[in-house]
């Protein structure tokens, strides 16, 4: 997967000038940094979401994960999952919510589930989208350690490359490759 010189402005804000990027096309890769360095862009702009200029190669489609929930309130966890899914597909989507250790909640609203549970949901919709690329922007907010762990082991068994940022020391120390940044605008520290 690689990123090349990407150029994202946000009035006279340059929060991506010129930037190029090779990530690993396997495992979970971090990307870590002080928040608004341009993590959350780069993710954008590698969805398609945000127009950056340069170029941006991926072996895929690429599922995004928002920092944001962006949870259906009128919907149940479970419809939440198969809104997302083919129509023949949608009574799989309790397997999303086993991922996620969600399965006991597929009844549930979002509004009846705590902080951490309602991330672990918007990952399971993600997840649910069946893509060849999964970009998740900080995955695990509010999420214990031992639970996020189990679910990186499970995304990892997917075998689809995964590019997730996050601030937190074990959740990186889970990862299979860091990559450390500073911004804006974004620039690579250490790989």
């Known amino acids: 997967m690689e990123v090349k010189d990407l150029h994202v402005s946000f009035g006279d804000k340059a929060v991506l000038s010129r930037f190029s990027l090779t990530l690993p096309d396997r495992g979970i890769t971090a990307l870590s940094g002080p928040s608004g360095c341009g993590k ?45 899914l083919p129509r023949a597909l949608r009574s799989e989507a309790g397997r999303f919510l086993a991922l996620t250790e ?23 919709r993600a997840l649910a ?3 060849e690329v ?38 990186l120390a889970l990862c299979d490759a860091v990559f450390s940044l500073d911004g804006p605008p974004l620039r690579l520290i250490s790989p």
């Not at 969600?102 to 399971?124: D, K, T």
């Not at 509010?142 to 074990?170: K, N, Q």
């Open 40 to 84: 959350t862009t780069l993710l954008r702009v590698m969805a398609g979401l945000e127009s950056g200029g340069g170029t941006v190669s991926l072996p895929g489609r690429a599922a995004l994960l928002f920092q944001e929930d962006r949870l259906l309130p009128w919907l149940t966890a479970e419809q939440n999952i198969a809104a997302v």
């Open 102 to 124: 969600l399965e006991e909640e597929g009844g549930v609203y979002p509004g009846e589930l705590s902080g951490g549970m309602g991330r672990r949901l918007s990952l399971a």
């Open 129 to 131: 989208l069946g893509r």
């Open 134 to 171: 999964l970009l998740l922007d900080e995955p695990f907010t509010g999420v214990d350690l031992p639970r996020a762990s189990r679910i990186l082991d499970r995304i990892r068994a997917l075998e689809v490359p995964v590019v997730l940022t996050s601030h937190e020391p074990g959740i």
